[in-house]
């Protein structure tokens, strides 16, 4: 048994080892204007994306975007929002988001880190939030994103609240970011946590889920992790009003989750057919 | 991509200046606008900036521009400092019976290499519509 932990920590440490040191400097704004044209493309034709309410987002100084998350590891709903974001405030303006460790780890995906993608945890979010910058970030993470597509419509973070302190310790407003039609891209069958726990991966990868999906164009898709081709689900995104994080941590939170879940229903609302909006 | 749309106002052209070199009208006749942000303070010349985004698409699309022109009762144009690329022009002329011709282009261009020339086109439609009802509700708005 002494054997097998051996190689269970010896596994962790080189997935953690892989994980990149978050280094705002990253972030290219040139790099972001160049690519806004083709994300702009992908956006307006492909998803008939719209995004709206930036204005109540503070248009100046740090700023904590809470947002719910949808579409499994080819979420667009987050570079529909980067794309809004950069688009609204400008280049200029630092702009870092939070993912998954295997996300920034990822070869493949290292141009994320140019759009000022980060690996999420406490010590990065505190350094981007000090720096200035607005920081968007999905407390339901690999457990929301995955939810299965019947559930689309429903914010659960899990019980993660880590960001409610995040923001107060900053000292910076909050504003929630409600957004539908990620989870239509393919059909979420089940998050697969029971699956995470008997390939181990929630010890090795922070993986807390293997999630079970028909997506394009694997057919049955179990893990995701080689992601998929979106179906063409309409994607609304609307910024909130910001909320005070004076207060308790689980009233603060009740309250992002019930804005959140307000935001959702009413964008839902709007809807008359799943996938074309 | 340059645009051009062109409106007869049934007003002299201090009237229809009267609008157009005013920024807080812009909101009241300029279509799909998102955002409007007065930067600079006094009163509008050369060299006045202000934030605008037009809805275009799926996002707010614009940024803070300058007026470069303001050549009274005649031109107004402005060029982009952030965001796309962009050069507009109000321009007025006289027009038969006391009327003014009113020419608005816009010239822009999207970063990116070939994905920015096609977001160019296709964005073109769409940005035509936009200046031809701003200069419908331009010239309602005058002759209101």
Redesign the interface.
């Known amino acids: 048994m002494a054997g097998f932990d051996d190689v269970l920590g010896w596994v962790k440490h080189q997935v953690a080892s892989r994980v990149p040191k978050a280094d705002l400097d990253q972030r290219d704004p040139d790099y972001i204007r160049e690519q806004l044209p083709g994300t702009w493309l992908l956006a307006s034709l492909y998803f008939r994306a719209d995004v709206r309410g930036l204005d109540r987002i503070p248009a100046e100084g740090p700023v904590l975007l809470v947002g719910n998350h949808s579409g499994g590891n080819v979420p667009p709903d987050t570079f529909v929002f980067t794309l809004a974001f950069c688009s609204y405030f400008g280049v200029e303006r630092p702009f870092y988001q939070l993912a998954h460790n295997l996300v920034v780890s990822a070869p493949p995906l290292g141009w994320l880190r140019k759009f000022g993608t980060v690996a999420a945890n406490h010590e990065n979010a505190r350094m981007a939030l000090e720096s200035g910058a607005a920081l968007l970030v999905y407390p339901g993470g690999d457990y929301e994103v995955f939810r299965p597509s019947w559930e689309r419509h429903k914010v659960d973070f899990g019980g993660r609240k880590g960001y409610v302190r995040l923001a107060r310790d900053a000292g910076v407003p909050m504003v929630p970011i409600a957004s539908v039609g990620g989870q239509e891209t393919a059909l979420f069958l089940d998050r697969g946590q029971w699956l995470a726990k008997l390939l181990m991966v929630d010890k090795l990868l922070r993986l807390k889920s293997v999630p079970i999906s028909l997506a394009l164009p694997w057919g049955l898709n179990i893990g995701d992790l080689g992601g998929h081709f979106p179906l063409p689900s309409k994607i609304v995104v609307e910024a909130l009003d910001p909320i005070d994080v004076d207060g308790d941590d689980d009233i603060i939170h009740e309250k992002v989750e019930a804005s959140l879940q307000a935001g959702v229903d009413a964008l839902a609302a709007e809807r008359r057919f799943p996938v074309i909006g | 991509m340059r645009l051009e749309r062109r409106v007869v106002v049934d007003a002299d052209r201090d009237a229809v200046w009267k609008r157009v070199s005013d920024p807080a009208c812009y909101p009241e006749f300029m279509a799909n606008i998102?955002?409007w942000e007065t930067i600079t303070d006094g009163p509008v010349t050369v060299g006045s900036r202000f934030t605008v985004?037009w809805k275009v698409?799926?996002?707010?699309?614009g940024?803070?521009v300058e007026i470069v022109e303001f050549d009274h009762d005649r031109d107004l144009a402005f060029n982009g400092i952030?965001?796309v690329t962009v050069r507009g022009r109000f321009r007025l002329r006289d027009a038969d019976d006391g009327r003014t011709k009113v020419v608005f282009r816009l010239a822009y261009e999207?970063?990116?290499?070939l994905?920015?020339v096609?977001?160019?086109w296709?964005a073109a439609r769409q940005v035509g519509r936009i200046m031809e009802t701003t200069l419908t509700n331009l010239r309602e708005l005058v002759e209101s």
Not at chain 2, 110 to 113: C, D, L, Q, V
């Open positions: 998102e955002r985004h698409g799926s996002v707010p699309v940024g803070t952030t965001g999207a970063p990116g290499g994905l920015g096609v977001a160019d296709v």
